[in-house]
C-alpha cells in the first residue's frame, strides 16, 4: 500500500508547509516540517544525559501546534491498520 496523506498545515500558503502522511504498512508516521533553529537542535540533544547528537541519518522537526489534530489522525491510522 502507498503512504497515506493525512493532512497539511491549515495556515500557510500550500507551498513547503508542514504535512502529515502515514505508512500503515511500515507502521510509520511521516512528517514535513521546519528544520529546527541551531539553538533548538542543541537544546533537544542536551535534555537528558541519554540523548547525544542526532545522527545523520535521523532530523528533529518542528510542527505547528495546530497541527495536533492531524498527527492524532495519523496515529489512528496506524492503530487501524495493526487491526487489519
Not at 502522511?21 to 542543541?42: C, H, K, M, S, Y
Amino acid at each position: 500500500m502507498a503512504v497515506e496523506f493525512v493532512g497539511i498545515d491549515p495556515s500557510t500558503d500550500r507551498d513547503h508547509c508542514p504535512t502529515v502522511w502515514v505508512d500503515p504498512d511500515a507502521q510509520e508516521i511521516l512528517f514535513q516540517g521546519w528544520n529546527p533553529r541551531p539553538e533548538t537542535q542543541a537544546d533537544c540533544e542536551g535534555t537528558s544525559p541519554a540523548n547525544g547528537p542526532v545522527p545523520d541519518n535521523e532530523a528533529i522537526v518542528r510542527l505547528p501546534a495546530r497541527m495536533v489534530p492531524m498527527i492524532r489522525e495519523a496515529c489512528d491510522a496506524i492503530e487501524r491498520a495493526q487491526l487489519r
